[in-house]
C-alpha cells in the first residue's frame, strides 16, 4: 500500500524492449511442457475418437490441432487485451497509484481474511 508510487517508477525506467522471438520460444516451451496440458491430451482427447471410424492417430492429431489453435487465439486476444490495459493504465501516474492501491489493500484484506478464518486446530 505504501510503496503504491513505486510502480509508476518500473514502467518509466528504460528498462529495453523484449526481445520478441526469444519470448515467443519461451512461450512455445511452456505451453509444450505444462503438465495440465499434457494430462489433458492423454486424458480427455481420447473420449472423443471414435474408434470404429479408423485412423485413432489422425482423429487425435485433428482434436489437437484445433485444441491447439482455439488456445492460440484466446491467448492472442488475451495478450493484446493486457497490452492494451497496459497502455492505459501507464499514461497516468495516478491510474497506475490506483491499481498499487488496491493490490496492497486486496492483499491486506486476504491476509486478515485469513487470520480470522484460519483453522481451528
Not at 35 to 60: E, H
Amino acid at each position: 500500500w505504501r510503496g503504491r508510487g513505486a510502480l509508476y517508477a518500473s514502467f518509466t525506467g528504460a528498462a529495453p524492449a523484449p526481445d520478441g522471438r526469444r519470448t515467443f520460444w519461451e512461450g512455445f516451451v511452456v505451453g509444450v511442457s505444462n503438465p495440465k496440458t499434457i494430462v489433458f491430451f492423454a486424458a480427455v482427447l481420447p473420449q472423443f475418437v471414435d474408434r470404429s471410424q479408423g485412423q485413432v492417430a489422425v482423429q487425435m492429431l485433428v482434436l489437437g490441432l484445433v485444441f491447439s489453435a482455439i488456445a492460440l487465439t484466446l491467448d492472442m486476444v488475451w495478450g493484446l487485451l493486457a497490452s492494451g490495459a497496459r497502455d492505459w493504465f501507464a499514461r497516468s501516474p495516478r491510474r497506475l497509484s490506483a491499481v498499487g492501491g488496491v493490490g496492497g489493500l486486496t492483499m491486506i484484506g486476504l491476509g486478515v481474511g485469513v487470520a480470522a478464518t484460519g483453522r481451528q486446530d
